[in-house]
Structures are given as C-alpha cells and as structure tokens.
C-alpha cells in the first residue's frame, strides 16, 4: 500500500519524519562538552563546512536542564520556562528550525511542546513567567531535529565524500557495528525519531551508508542504564553499571568492532562502564584486552571523512579508540594524541590496571 | 486541606501518564529498575487508578517512586498509553511539596542532587560542569579523567578556545545577564524555594541525627546523603 503523494509504503509513513534541508539555531549538550567536547565542536565543522548548512552558534544559550529536571530538582513549570527561553534566543537571532545536540534534551523540548499542543493555557502561562523573568517573547520551533537526524539526512552526501569506510582494510568485510539509540530520542514519541521507536534507522542507516554492518542483537533497545538519580547518586550506581554490564554481555557474542551512540549519556556510559568492568571484574570485551571503542555519530562521520583523530577529541575516551583506527586503515600520528592546545606535549595519562589504553 | 488526590490530578504529567491501566504488566517486563530494584511499574500505575488517600500517602512517603531510573521505555510498549515514568514525576514532585520526601532514606537524596546539580545550574549554567567533577565522587570516570582536570585549559581550548571565558567554544562562561536571566526564572517559577526547602529540611535532618553540616559540598551529611541513604535512618 502506498500513499498518492509520495510513493512512501503507508505503513512506514509514521516512521518518517520531517528534517529541515537548512537555517538551524544550534543548542549544545551539557554532558558532551565535558566528556566528549570534540563531537560537540566538530559538528558545528560538519555542517558549516562540509555539509554548508547555515548554523546559528549563540554562546548565550543554557541547559535546557533535563537532567535538573529528571532527577526531580527542577519543576516543570522551570523547564518549560528555560526551554522557552531558548525558543526566545532562536526567535531573536531570525530562525526557526531548532537543532538540539542531546538527547536527553531532545526529549524533552518534545515533551514541553506536546504539553504546550494539547493546554494552551499552560503556554501562556510559561509566556507569562518568561517575560516576568525576561522580558523576552518567542515563537516555537517549525522543526526539531536531533544531530543524529541531520547527519542521517545527509548520509548519503556524506558517504560520497568519505574517505575511510567502515570496512576492514584487511579483510575488505564490513565492520560489525552496534548502534544504541538514547531512550528519549524517541521512546517517548516515536513519531519524532526516524524510524520510530520500533524500527529506529538513525544510526544503523548511517553506518550502513558508511558501508559498515549493523548487528542485531538482545538487549539492542535496553537502556544503556543511566537513570538519572540511580547514576549521580553514588549508592545507587550499581543500577546504571549493572544494566550496561547486562548490555555488554548481550553484545559480547557478535564481536561488535565499534559502538555508536546518539546520546551523550550513552556514549559516556559504554566508554567508561568498560574500564570499571574491566577493573572490578577483570573482562574486556573487544579483543587482546582492548576494549570496544565507542562513537557518537559526529565522530563516526568526521573519523569516516578523515579529520584528524585527536582534533575530533577521541583521545578523550577512556576506551581507546585505537583498535578501530587500525581496523579502518586511519592515518594518524600516535605521538600526538596528548598534545595540547599550546601544542605542548603533555604528560600522559595513568595507563588502567587492565583496559589496554595507548 | 486539599485531598492529595486532588493535587495529583492537577499535574498534566499524571492526566497524560494514567487513561486505564489493563495490569498487563508490559511496562514492568521492560523496565531496568524493575530487574534491580523492587520494583513494579504496573503496580504503581494499578495503586493510583483506586482513588485512595492512604495509598497515595503510603507511595508519597515510601522508598519505591524514587527507584525510576526514567528511562521511559514503559511509555513506548504500553497497549493503553499509560506511561509509568510520567506518573512517578508526579509522585515525586507531589511528595516533594507535601514534605513527605523527608520520609525515605531515598527522597532525603534530593539534598545530594541540589548540591551536586543544582548548584552547578545556577553557578554555571550547565547541570553538568568539569569543575565540579573529579574521580573522588565518580571514580568511574576514570585515570583519563584525572588527565583531563589536571590539563583542563590545553585540553578544552582545542574545542573552541573559551573554556571559562566568554567565547563561544565548548564550557563557555556564560553572560553575567544569561546567568541573572536563568536564576530570575528558577525564583519566578518556583524551583528556587525547591531548592531552599531541601537545604532546611537537610539541615533540620541533620540536626535531629546528630551528623555534622554546612554549606560545602563535602560535609558529612552530604557524603552520608550520596553515598548511603541509609546511614541517616541508622542514626536516629
């Protein structure tokens, strides 16, 4: 069956979603510019330069304050006030698509538009707080997008241009490549994800693009165990371990050569649960005691499109990233990795008891 | 006073989160605190559809809505559109303005969040901030994190060259005016005497525990508040 307008299969219509060709104001993530500030960096290059999508990078955003938020410290009427301030600075700067580059985010200027969409008086409301506060005014989004959606779009652009494949140089196989979709990019509206939450081919389309293996395997949807309050409080860490340790082992069998995230969270869990499993219970999970490296989808397209490993931050992952590089048949200086901004060469990091690191 | 019922009817966050639960039990089969905790989703969405004020009262004051881990996974498979997670941001916010928080060895955490969070978003702008980081309270982060902190201007500047300056690199220090504008919303809003609330009722827990507090971070309420919940309860 097929819809008259477009030729799409009816019943993968729900599973499209609408992602604006250009014009986007830019809001950044809080935990990826501490943890993995070079995906947050490079993607603003991705699109400017190789993609030449005119980008808004307003230095005066905030948090959105999701996690505030989900851990139960900040009231809603606070979120959706902050979200609509963010709304005010895109409105001001003369755009009105919306690019959000985390999930947790992403999640939830859906849940605070729904909300607006189905009780007008709580938008006034909100209106009414953020001009006491403010005194500004905003116009909502046309579109939201996430920074996977963009790179998804233009995956096929992108693959024409790219420079390694994920393929490995020596057996010319695809790479094995597991793909976590964040939880809130569209569990809680599948019809603003691609692909929905059912189906969900924001990264596995863009790794299949890159010419690279998608693998399919238990646990692919399980959360990768951040959970908010369980995580940042220390007494309850063991829930957020616990459930990627469960992950690690769903995965372990399909010797998956790279992980690929679209969550800054998720990245930040599968990078580091690694080196805390390897410590406590003495397993690594990629092969001769190297770990499983661990992308987000702006590193997997700007390593696919040969910038410079240690200018797109990967030397910041506690799982080293090397074994990947080797696979792909990246060419990269291994004496640069811990230059610094002066180009100084700084001292380098302690080397974990058991996780191979370089 | 207002029946608790009726507040928890207020919160668009419960309208939208409970139409009519079947007890299929789906939300709970998919749940990861439900394979860490004791915990049951479809029990808490099956409590809340019977109208009763003791009940409610007993999940305000209990142990069992602060074990969500929010990852919402129970709002994508429910046959009815319910969404568990939702209904515990309800709970949770409910308990917090009954004070019934102060109940759960769990809910008193609030005070470690504010401390380790909030602070962060009105000092900083962000909830999360490398300054207010290190390995002591997440050693998970690892010998790669200590390299980081002990580098944080080499390291960050090669993202945008602003790291705690104004620019607009990653961990840009945000305006004087932005920082003003957010903290107007947290008091307009309301999240500011959220806020004041946790640090009275910590205090007045302490005081009654006989454990040590001040404004730092690292007092010994806060250490017993984040990494054993129950050490306060032991104490009375």
């Known amino acids: 069956m097929t819809t008259k307008a477009n030729n799409t299969p009816f019943l993968w219509r729900e599973y499209q979603k609408e992602i604006a060709d250009d014009h986007y104001y830019y809001v950044r993530s809080c935990v990826r510019q501490n943890f993995f500030p070079g995906a947050e960096q490079i993607l603003i290059t991705l699109l400017k330069k190789d993609l030449g999508i005119d980008l808004c990078v307003d230095s005066e955003h905030t948090t959105c304050t999701g996690i505030g938020y989900h851990v139960d410290l900040v009231k809603l009427e606070t979120a959706m006030t902050v979200n609509a301030r963010q709304f005010a600075l895109m409105t001001e700067a003369g755009y009105s698509n919306f690019l959000v580059s985390c999930v947790t985010s992403f999640g939830l200027y859906n ?135 469960k992950k690690f082992k769903a995965m372990e069998p399909y010797k998956p050569d790279l992980i690929v995230a679209n969550c800054p969270g998720c990245n930040y869990f599968f990078d580091r649960w690694q080196y805390v499993i390897s410590e406590l219970k003495g397993e690594t999970f990629g092969e001769e005691g190297n770990g499983i490296p661990v992308l987000s989808a702006e590193e997997l397209a700007a390593l696919c499109l040969g910038y410079d490993p240690w200018e797109i931050g990967l030397q910041m992952h506690q799982t080293a990233i090397e074994p990947l590089l080797i696979k792909m048949g990246v060419q990269y200086d291994p004496n640069a990795k811990y230059k610094g901004f002066s180009g100084e060469q700084l001292k380098k990091p302690k080397i974990p008891e058991l996780l191979k690191a370089y | 006073m207002e029946k608790l019922f009726d507040r928890l009817k207020k919160d668009v966050r419960f309208q939208h989160g409970l139409t009519s639960c079947i007890n299929c039990g789906t939300c709970t089969a998919i749940c990861p605190a439900a394979s860490i905790y004791d915990y049951d989703p479809r029990e808490i969405a099956d409590q809340l559809q019977v109208d009763d004020e003791t009940i409610l009262e007993k999940l ?177």
């Not at chain 2, 620019?167 to 840009?172: D, E, K």
């Open chain 2, 60 to 236: 305000l004051k209990g142990d069992t809505i602060w074990y969500c881990g929010q990852c919402m996974s129970c709002k994508t498979r429910c046959p009815r559109d319910n969404a568990p997670g939702l209904l515990i941001l309800a709970l949770r916010n409910l308990s917090i303005e009954t004070g019934y928080y102060m109940h759960s060895p769990r809910g008193r955490q609030m005070y470690a969040l504010k401390k380790l969070i909030g602070e962060t978003i009105l000092a900083k702008g962000y909830c999360v901030h490398a300054d207010g980081v290190d390995t002591n309270l997440f050693p998970e982060l690892g010998p790669i994190w200590d390299w980081v902190k002990k580098n944080s201007e080499e390291v960050y500047n090669q993202f945008g060259n602003s790291y705690n300056r104004r620019g607009s690199g990653v961990l840009r220090k945000l305006s004087d005016e932005t920082m003003h504008e957010l903290n107007e919303i947290f008091a307009v809003t309301g999240t500011t005497q959220r806020f004041n609330q946790f640090e009275e009722d910590a205090a007045e827990q302490a005081e009654k525990t006989g454990i040590d507090i001040d404004e730092s971070i690292w007092n010994d309420y806060f250490r017993n508040n984040y990494e054993n919940p129950d050490y306060d309860d032991k104490s009375q």
């Open chain 1, 111 to 245: 849940e605070v538009l729904e909300i607006w969409d189905k009780h007008p008086e709580i938008e006034e409301q909100v209106r009414e707080y953020l001009f006491k506060a403010t005194g500004r005014t905003f116009n909502k989004p046309k579109n939201l997008v996430h920074a996977s959606d963009i790179i998804y779009k233009y995956r096929d652009l992108l693959a024409d241009k790219i420079r390694y494949k994920l393929v490995s140089k020596e057996t010319g196989e695809p790479l094995r490549v597991i793909d976590h979709i964040g939880c809130h990019y569209a569990k809680i509206f599948p019809e603003k994800g691609v692909g929905g939450a059912e189906y969900p081919s924001v990264l596995s389309g863009t790794v299949k693009a890159f010419g690279g293996g998608s693998i399919d395997y238990p646990e692919r949807r399980m959360c990768c165990g951040f959970g908010f309050r369980q995580y940042f409080l220390k007494s309850s860490r063991g829930y957020s371990l616990s459930t990627g340790y």
